[in-house]
């Protein structure tokens, strides 16, 4: 069966150059050491699933900052986006930046190949226009309202399975220091529905209502519903109410009756974001960075069961970060088929790069069970 990515190469994200994962499989663990690129490798997928919207380049370079956590501290939206390209040591501290980022990949996703320009500009405020208005800011320097800003020009090229040869795409945008997340034209997506799930997310209300009333909005709620019970045979609903005008997620709960959704614990928060995620994903990808965060070790197993089928039942491609041996253990233990469902890939720093292994899941079960190797 064809997933929406066999393949993945990525020539140039971040730290990662020419990393390349073959033989990608229903369920690929992704596993290493700190700063092997891991949740790299989920952003290049991220980015992959709809490069021409301004929107998804931002929400993936602003994905390893808290929202809310220290706000101030965070870095702004243009310094995010650059760091997403291959930094230089040697180039020049005071000079403006530009660096490439490029990525491939084979398989049903119509997207084949991505590249990106970040290139920083110089422009200056013209007397009484707004902030984030291009027409307003000319790159030149002069004296006077001065301002940095960046061109991000993207390159794609998308084959459907309809199509001869593949067609040519491109659109760009620019980010100013300073300006506020805005709305952008020209937003376009692939058709591959894809969600991330970072570590802190299961801690924002409004990811939860949002995905929630996607869900309602698209007749999901009983698919969700039914995976929650897997979950936690005391949920048995959800529903979104308003008291005191304050727009809240509810669980119905068979003890405790119905209860906000911030009465429960993180290990349920994040479990949902999964239940929620799966039923509109079908032919799709979910990527969960840490998989094992915020869920207790006796719950692995039961949760990873229900993942591993979900992900089956709705034909969704998964792909996740871990730290934790016994979330590998659990996931080899949630898949008792014969066919090769969970493959593994060790990342590794070598020499300034990162380089990988792959395990097959047959492979994997070996070094675990049998030799009881820490495959991480």
Not at 105 to 117: D, F, I, M, N, T
Not at 133 to 149: H, M, T, V
Request: hydrophobic residues 40%; aromatic residues 6%; glycine residues 8%.
């Amino acid at each position: 069966m064809s997933h929406p990515f066999d393949r993945l190469i990525v020539h140039h994200l971040r730290g990662l150059k020419d990393l390349e994962l073959t033989g990608l499989g229903q369920v690929n663990l992704l596993v290493g050491g700190n700063d092997s690129g891991k949740t790299t490798v989920l952003e290049a997928l991220a980015l992959l699933s709809a490069p021409l919207s301004p929107g998804t380049w931002i929400r993936t370079a602003g994905r390893r900052e808290p929202t809310m956590a220290m706000a101030r501290a965070r870095p702004t939206t243009m310094e995010q986006l650059r760091w997403l390209f291959p930094q230089q040591a040697s180039a020049l501290k005071d000079a403006l930046y530009e660096g490439t980022a490029s990525f491939s990949a084979e398989g049903a996703s119509p997207l084949k190949a991505v590249s990106a320009r970040y290139k920083e500009v110089e422009g200056i405020q013209i007397e009484g226009s707004k902030p984030g208005n291009e027409d307003a800011l000319r790159p030149d320097r002069e004296e006077g309202g001065e301002r940095l800003g960046a061109e991000i020009r993207i390159q794609a090229m998308q084959k459907k399975p309809e199509e001869a040869t593949p067609t040519a795409l491109d659109t760009s945008f620019t980010i100013w220091e300073g300006d506020s997340t805005r709305l952008f034209p020209g937003m376009s997506r692939t058709g591959l529905p894809l969600r991330m799930i970072s570590p802190h997310d299961h801690r924002t209300n409004s990811i939860f209502l949002r995905e929630f009333s996607d869900a309602r909005m698209s007749g999901l709620q009983e698919s969700v519903r039914e995976l929650l019970r897997a979950i936690d045979p005391r949920i048995t609903g959800l529903e979104i109410l308003a008291p005191r005008g304050i727009t809240m997620l509810f669980l119905q709960d068979s003890v405790a009756g119905l209860a906000p959704l911030s009465a429960f614990g993180d290990g349920i928060r994040r479990a949902l974001l999964m239940a929620l995620a799966i039923p509109s994903l079908k032919g799709g990808v979910l990527l969960i960075d840490e998989l094992e965060t915020a869920i207790h070790v006796s719950a692995l197993t039961k949760l990873f069961q229900w993942l591993v089928n979900a992900c089956k039942q709705y034909n969704v491609q998964l792909f996740a970060t871990t730290h934790s041996l016994e979330a590998v253990d659990a996931v080899l233990g949630a898949d008792t088929t014969a066919e090769e469902d969970v493959v593994g890939y060790r990342l590794e720093r070598t020499e300034g790069r990162s380089v990988v292994k792959r395990f097959g899941e047959g492979m994997l079960k070996r070094l675990r069970y049998e030799r009881g190797l820490d495959v991480r």
